[in-house]
Every structure is written in C-alpha cells, then in structure tokens.
C-alpha cells in the first residue's frame, strides 16, 4: 500500500485499497491498488495434488473447504459451519459458484493476488472443486492452520506459535 506521504495510510492499515489519483482507471481495481501490483497465487489452480486429503474432501464435500476458507476469509464474524451450510444449500439450486467466487474476490483482495487464470467468477463456474483447493492451499501456505477456525489462529498466532508460509516448491 501507500504511505503516510500519499495520505491514505490509514484506509490502506484498515484494508481499503488505495491508488494514487493520477492512476489511469484501467489500472484501478476494486480489488487491489493497481494491477501491476498484484502477486501470483502461491500454487496454481491445478495443483490440487499437492494436498491430496483436502482435494478428496473437497471433491465430495466442498462445503467444508468452502468453509474453511469464509471463516478465515471472513475473519471469523461469520463460521465455519454457517458459511458451509449457506454454500450446501446453494448447490442444491446450482447457485455455489457464485456464492464462492465472491470470497475468491476477497481473498485475492487481502493478500492482493492476480486474477489469475481468469475473472473469478469464470474459474468458479468452471472449475469450482479446483478453485475452493486452491484458496484453501493459499491459505494454508500463508500460515493458517485451516483446521482449527480464525479464533483459534489468532490465539495460535499470539502466543507467538505460528507455522512458517511455504514460498514454492523445489524442482529439479
């Protein structure tokens, strides 16, 4: 974000995006300060192997990942069980990619991520099981112990006990 210099620190300690006014509009997003700022997602969209036990659950139970992630995502004002149960009813209608793909939105806005592949509601429309895996990785990448809810994370988290965030993987 921006410095106390531009006068928006502030809005940007308090999660709001902020840009610098002589920014192009294509460059502003709601999301994010510019679209040049933006980082890559920790795994790819279709690397749902490397967390095999959370793409199971996912594939015959997206609800619970689908959870998962609202309750972090949410900071904890909205649980884990309450957020499953609103998406396991929109499924029934067909309705769960959208409901899902505004949380993608939200988290690409906390941690500024690209919008990567494609426009969130595309890649849950299309790719729902996949995209739910990899939020959920990103998440678990960023230190949070998915498990366990926000509240406890936070405990975890200030009792100085926290789980380092895996940068990538090493390849050959």
């Known amino acids: 974000m921006y ?3 531009h006068g928006n620190a502030k809005y940007a300690a308090a999660g709001f995006p902020t840009a610098p006014i002589n920014m192009p509009p294509s460059q502003v997003s709601p999301f994010r300060g510019s679209a040049a700022s933006a980082t890559t997602w920790s795994t790819g969209l ?4 490397d967390d095999p036990a959370n793409c199971l659950i996912t594939c015959f139970c997206p609800c619970v ?4 992630i609202a309750e972090i995502v ?6 884990c069980a309450a957020s499953g149960a ?11 990619c959208l409901y899902s793909c505004v949380y993608r939105s939200r988290l690409r806005g906390q941690y500024d991520l690209e919008e990567a592949p494609c426009a969130d509601c ?8 996949c995209s739910l895996c990899q939020e ?23 009792r100085g006990i926290t789980v380092a965030p895996v940068v990538g993987r090493m390849a050959r």
């Open 3 to 5: 410095s106390s210099t």
């Open 46 to 49: 279709c690397h749902c192997c």
């Open 65 to 68: 990942t689908f959870g998962q």
């Open 74 to 79: 949410n900071k904890g004002s909205i649980s």
């Open 86 to 96: 609103v998406y396991g009813l929109l499924a029934l209608t067909g309705l769960s």
């Open 122 to 129: 595309l890649v849950h429309f299309c790719c729902e099981t």
């Open 136 to 158: 959920y990785r990103e998440l678990k990448n960023r230190g949070f112990d998915m498990g366990i809810g926000w509240q406890a994370n936070m405990d975890r988290q200030g």
